[in-house]
């Protein structure tokens, strides 16, 4: 009987290298009795099979349908070849020509079958720190060239021992072709590098660095994407002291807890939190505490002081499996930096600027090739909400709903900046760069840009930037010899969100955020767009209040209430508030300030209001982190309050501002007839609420749109969030926010490469 026999090369795109791919097609090919060959390249993997017409159906199905469970297919084409008559299944040896749209993929928690292994007695990798597969452990972090091959990670140095050359040429074995595996024998090691008072000098560096952290010290570990800073999660004086070497005052730490189990001895985990905290990203995770009385267990009041919400993360590395598990409780995790400085990844660096923190360096000799931080997200509403997308998340692509004719660099903003490269339907979304103000993080941001453009082989044709003149990100825009187009910071909030949802608007945009620069060169901040991706109109907007002092009213929330109190008691603050009182001595001369203008520039801004209320009732006078005052105001609210101050918005869908004094006025009133803080703080969220809702019916009458995005930091705040997505749905609106992209500048990049791709359409 004659058999007929069929060819066909298949092309697969997307995240296909690094994950196990080639063993699944080499796997599934052998079982089918199937003949042919497949490899890397830098477009993704090729196959050639040849057998049987049913076989090879067969195979196409499953490839599409069943592939492992960290490969990410965006694209399976097929083509007819010529039957060779070749009898066997190859893995072809990767190649380094072609264009380069292999994906790298992110960063990948430990496993669970290479997490037995770790813990089994019997395994040779038992207790070994840097165990990986195909399945999991480090790729972004440690990839410096395509393809992704051993020869192009920071592994390179490593050379192979037999055992391991055996697994990793073994297509039946989970790490065949396994760029990162290694072992005792032959892998990356630990070291532990402390004075001579922290423990014996020689010895296991594992054993000493717990020791350490039990006797109170703080320890640097080297991560995945950088060093972190240790310290015993429920030793008050341990994380007081982190708190004070680092100088940090307030603005919370992340918790590494052991498990799960231990996530919820601290912490109230709903399913979605649970599928986040124990997913492959494994990002810092915010989760509601639980009171002190009745958690089992409890974190050092230094850790997040005054916070009902803790960052919590597990371990995902090895080293963080095997750490844990040696401590026996939570540790403070928090980024190997001073202050606001970028997190240290390579080695002398830390120890410059991490020695006089850390007690100690658990540390090994795998270089970590790009700075990563840990990724943080909130869950609302069953979904994810992005506050940092990096470590975990990135260089994974965001899909867009439209190609790009022409590849596009989006600069980014300033704070929590990312940059953004495009090329066809594809964004990359960098990891986060922090906040570009100065020469390191300007460097990271532009050697970062490098970096993507090679691993993705872009060359930007289009440059889009920021319109604030003073920021690093469009300085260095402007010099670049490309197409540019300047995005205003709102509109690009707004843009992110429709891209973010894979949407076009237009759309009623309410973008309320801290400041961004304005086409009148005003800052702005609390706005109202009609908007869709190739431009905006400004409808409404929060009325302009002078910022006393300019940037030092950012840092310092009562001079907000001092310009806002102004204008509400028209010139006439009743002395009986407590926020005139604490600041007797220098309030006339702030109102001075704001009333004659010069270094009192106006702003519309939302995030300057929440400040100035939330200093009127007391929450504080100065910050010592961005958005602060804004989020204790938001944990002081009781949630169980529904009412809300009245807001007349004043204007038609076309032209309209908000009143912010009359909301100050009103929660100034309140507090003078001894209205609890909690309450006022409540109504003033719900306030905002129905200013949102109010502002979007106005534009809905003129203007018929009834989609809404709601983006920019002021969003994070979930009170607010849920009131406004709330109200807004009651009143028949499709509500946009944000689940890829964080609604704060760290997604304002994908915002301006969307503005930006929109108009090379046009
Ligand atoms: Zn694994
Ligand atoms: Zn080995
Ligand atoms: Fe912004």
Redesign the pocket.
Known sequence: MRVSRRAVAVRVEGIVQGVGFRPFVYGLATRLGLAGVVGNDERGVFIEVEGGSAPVEEFLAALAGDPPPLAVIERISTRPAAVTGRGTFVIAPSTACGDRRALVSPDVATCDACLRELTDPADRRHGYAFTNCTGCGPRFTIVRDVPYDRANTTMTGFRMCADCAGEYHDPADRRFHAQPVCCPACGPRLRFVGSGSAGDPAGDPLARAVRLLRAGGVLAVKGLGGYHLAALATDEPAVAALRSRKHREDKPFAVMAGDLDEARRLCVVDPAEERLLTGPARPVVLLRRLPDASAALSVAPSVAPGNRWLGVLLPYTPLHHLLLRALGGPTVLTSGNVSDEPIAYRDEDAVERLGGIADAFLTHDRPIHIRTDDSVVRVFRGRDLPIRRSRGYVPHPLALARAAPRPVLACG?ELKHTFCLVKDDRAFVSHHIGDLENYETLRSFTEGVEHFRRLFDITPEVVAHDLHPEYLSTKWALDQDADLVGVQ?HHA?IASCLADNGAAGPVAGVAF??L?YGTDGTLWGGEFLVADLAGFERVGHLAPVPMPGGATAIRQPWRMAAAYLDLAYDGDVPEDLDVVRRNAGRWAAVVALARRGGNAPPTSSMGRLFDAVAAVAGVRDAISYEGQAAVEFEQLADPAVDEAYPCDLAGTGTRFTVPGVALVRAVAEDLRARVPRDVVAARFHNAVARVVADGCALIRQARGLSTVALS??VFQNLLLLGRAVTLLEERGFTVLTHHRVPP??GG?SLGQAAVAAALDRA
Request: aromatic share 0%.
């Open positions: 903003a910071h909030h955020d801290g961004g920019g930091g704060n500048d304002v």
